[in-house]
């Protein structure tokens, strides 16, 4: 038996309010959402630089692309906007698992859903974790590395 996931928010046009629809989405399943948390701590998310006085982490959620200012919305990603707290509400369930990893100075929990090639981003900070981004592995090849590196970081940690 598993659990069930949150619907997939279809896209509907015109675009600016569908974009409006999952934006209030984000806003009360994460921005707002003072029970949502991670080993105690609380999640956080970024708001500057806005645009369109929407939080820049919704951006970075909702679009793909090297540069920031360049990204192109994901409708993938679109769709899943329920999905991030749900994850990381679930986080227990066996099919869930996560790990750190570290890129640069920060270090990132990586929550990874296995079964759907889903992965929610969060930066450890001092008191709480900031929401970095969430997004569908889109090849075989990135999820078995992401696989590896869980594996590596529980085998080192004693933990399997």
Not at 129 to 146: G, N, Q, V
């Amino acid at each position: 038996m598993g659990l069930n996931l949150p619907e997939l928010e279809e896209q509907f046009n015109p675009w600016e309010e569908y974009e409006d629809y999952i934006y209030k989405i984000f806003l009360e399943t994460v921005v707002n959402n003072k029970n949502l948390t991670f080993q105690g701590f609380p999640i956080r998310c970024k708001y500057l630089p806005a645009d369109k006085n929407k939080h820049f982490s919704f951006w970075h959620i909702i679009s793909e692309g090297l540069e920031e200012e360049n990204r192109t919305p994901d409708l993938r990603r679109c769709e899943r906007i329920r999905w991030i707290a749900w994850v990381i509400n679930n986080v227990e369930y066996e099919r869930i698992s996560w790990w750190e990893n570290r890129r640069g100075a920060n270090t990132h929990i990586v929550i990874l859903y296995e079964e759907e090639k889903y992965v929610v981003i969060l930066a450890k900070r001092q008191n709480y974790y900031l929401l970095k981004s969430a997004y569908i592995i889109s090849s075989d090849k990135r999820l078995e590395r992401l696989k590896k590196e869980r594996d590596n970081y529980w085998k080192h940690n004693n933990i399997i």
